[in-house]
């Protein structure tokens, strides 16, 4: 499937985004998929995940991101509530080995 990310942008520190992540195909039979975020000068993180059927996310981001997904639209979300400077990054979607482009989440007052 092709992955296509919107919902970033700038938003001030304790602020909320709700990321999106449309998939062309069903995503309904797909085990694994998520959202990962890189920073400049920083590794790739995974942030929240599922994995066939269990949702984990990184320690830095439980209890304010919460990821979901909408077998109907094929697309997954990432809510972000209490967003942090630390948050800014490129957030990427991924379903099985698929990615998409990314979208900007930027955290400053």
């Known amino acids: 499937v092709q992955l296509q990310a919107s919902g970033g942008g700038l938003v001030q520190p304790g602020g909320s985004l709700k990321l999106s992540c449309a998939a062309s195909?069903?995503?309904?039979?797909?085990?694994?998929m998520g959202w990962a975020r890189q920073s400049p000068g920083k590794q790739r993180e995974y942030v929240a995940t599922i994995i066939s059927g269990v949702t984990n996310y990184v320690n830095s981001v439980k209890g304010r991101f919460t990821i979901s997904r909408d077998y109907a639209k094929n697309t997954v979300y990432l809510q972000m509530n209490g967003l942090k400077p630390d948050d800014t990054a490129v957030y990427y979607c991924?379903?099985?080995?698929?990615w998409g482009p990314g979208t900007q989440v930027t955290v400053s007052s």
């Open positions: 991924f379903v099985e080995d698929s």
């Open positions: 195909g069903s995503i309904f039979s797909k085990n694994d």
